[in-house]
T-cell receptor, first 112, second 113 residues
Framework: GIQVEQSPPDLILQEGANSTLRCNFS?????LQWFHQNPWGQLINLFY???GTKQNGRLSATTVATERYSLLYISSSQTTDSGVYFC??????????????FGKGTHLIIQP | DSGVTQTPKHLITATGQRVTLRCSPR?????VYWYQQSLDQGLQFLIQ???????AKGNILERFSAQQFPDLHSELNLSSLELGDSALYFC????????????FGPGTRLTVT
C-alpha cells in the first residue's frame, strides 16, 4: 500500500512564526487531505488537495502530484494552531478502496 | 462541526465484552468509513460502506464487523474485546465512493479494562 511520511515529527515555535510541514507519499494519489487534530481529539479538515495550491486565511497548501509531495504552510502562528497535523492520502485502485492512509503527523506546539 | 455524528462519545467496558458504535453521516453522503486511532498503530482505515454495501476493507480484525443501514447510518460492532482495542474510533463520510473529501465525526473513545 501507499506509504506516507511527514516531517518534521515535532515542531516548537513562538507565536507569530511561520512554518512549513511536509508530506511525502510513495505512489500516485487521487485524494490528499490535511487535517488538524486539536487537543480534544477532533480531526478538523484543513484542505482537500490532491493537486495544485489552495489558501484559507493564514494557511495554505501545495501538492506536487508528479513529485509525490505536499506542503502545508502556516503563517503568523497562534497558540490555537497547536496540535497534530496529519496528511492522509488515497491512491488509485481498481477495487475502489477509498480509505485514507495517514502519516504519523507533525506535533506542533506554539508558545506564547 | 463536520455534520457527522457519533455516539457514544465515551465507552468503558471490560475485556471479553461486545460494544456497538454508531455513526450518522452528513446529509446526502453515501459513503461511510471507520478508522481507529491508537497510540501504537496511529490512525488506520478499518472499513468502508457505500450506499449500504461493503466497498473496501482495511486493517479490520475478524472480531470487528460493520454495517450500513437503509437510512445510511452505520454501526461498528467490536466483540471479544481486548485491552489493545482501547482507542479512539472515528467515523467519516463522503459524498460518494472515489476521490471525494472525507469529513470526520468527533470520535468514540473506547476504554477496555
Amino acid at each position: 500500500g501507499i506509504q506516507v511520511e511527514q516531517s518534521p515529527p515535532d515542531l516548537i515555535l513562538q507565536e507569530g512564526a511561520n512554518s512549513t510541514l511536509r508530506c511525502n507519499f510513495s505512489d500516485s494519489v487521487n485524494n490528499l487531505q490535511w487535517f488538524h487534530q486539536n487537543p480534544w481529539g477532533q480531526l478538523i479538515n484543513l484542505f482537500y488537495i490532491p493537486s495544485g495550491t489552495k489558501q484559507n486565511g493564514r494557511l495554505s497548501a501545495t501538492t506536487v502530484a508528479t513529485e509525490r509531495y505536499s506542503l502545508l504552510y502556516i503563517s503568523s502562528s497562534q497558540t490555537t494552531d497547536s496540535g497534530v497535523y496529519f496528511c492522509a492520502v488515497a491512491g488509485y485502485s481498481g477495487g475502489g478502496a477509498d480509505g485514507l492512509t495517514f502519516g504519523k503527523g507533525t506535533h506542533l506546539i506554539i508558545q506564547p | 462541526d463536520s455534520g457527522v455524528t457519533q455516539t457514544p462519545k465515551h465507552l468503558i467496558t471490560a475485556t471479553g465484552q461486545r460494544v456497538t458504535l454508531r455513526c450518522s453521516p452528513r446529509s446526502g453522503d453515501l459513503s461511510v468509513y471507520w478508522y481507529q486511532q491508537s497510540l501504537d498503530q496511529g490512525l488506520q482505515f478499518l472499513i468502508q460502506y457505500y450506499n449500504g454495501e461493503e466497498r473496501a476493507k482495511g486493517n479490520i480484525l475478524e472480531r470487528f464487523s460493520a454495517q450500513q443501514f437503509p437510512d445510511l447510518h452505520s454501526e461498528l460492532n467490536l466483540s471479544s474485546l481486548e485491552l489493545g482495542d482501547s482507542a479512539l474510533y472515528f467515523c467519516a463520510s463522503s459524498a460518494s465512493g472515489g476521490a471525494y473529501e472525507q469529513y470526520f465525526g468527533p470520535g468514540t473513545r473506547l476504554t477496555v479494562t
